[in-house]
């Protein structure tokens, strides 16, 4: 069992910057891959980036590449979202998710998510 709390979340401006912490506690000696994923009004959930347990070979949806950096410190077992130059579109309920060391890639979170999921933080870019 994973248990993940999001923080960070808020209002701001298109253009600002804005950074997404996320609190994890896990089993002793577990190794899990991390990630965020965003949901907005009337849409589904999607894919944002991935980090691995190790803190490698991080990945990117193509709508947050060279805007956005995942990021993991596993000493306080917290992974981060960078979010720069944030536009409207950008506006969603951001949620911190973990699952284990085995499929690792943009098209398997994509299409079936991670397995553990945080209730997620607001963010909204006004323009």
């Known amino acids: 069992q994973v248990l993940l709390v999001e923080s960070g979340g808020g209002l701001v401006q298109a253009g600002d910057s804005l950074k997404l912490s996320c609190a994890a506690s896990?089993?002793?000696?577990?190794?899990?891959?991390m990630g965020w994923f965003r949901q907005a009004p009337g849409k589904e959930r999607d894919f944002v980036a991935a980090i691995t347990w190790s803190g490698s070979f991080p990945i990117y949806e193509d709508s947050v590449k060279g805007r956005f950096t995942i990021s993991r410190d596993n000493a306080v077992n917290t992974i981060y979202l960078q979010m720069n130059s944030l536009k409207p579109e950008d506006t969603a309920v951001y949620y911190c998710?973990?699952?284990?060391?085995?499929?690792?890639?943009?098209?398997?979170?994509?299409?079936?998510?991670?397995?553990?999921w945080g209730k997620g933080t607001l963010v909204t870019v006004s323009s």
């Open positions: 998710a973990a699952d284990p060391d085995t499929d690792y890639s943009a098209y398997y979170y994509r299409n079936y998510g991670m397995e553990f």
């Open positions: 896990a089993p002793p000696n577990s190794k899990y891959n």
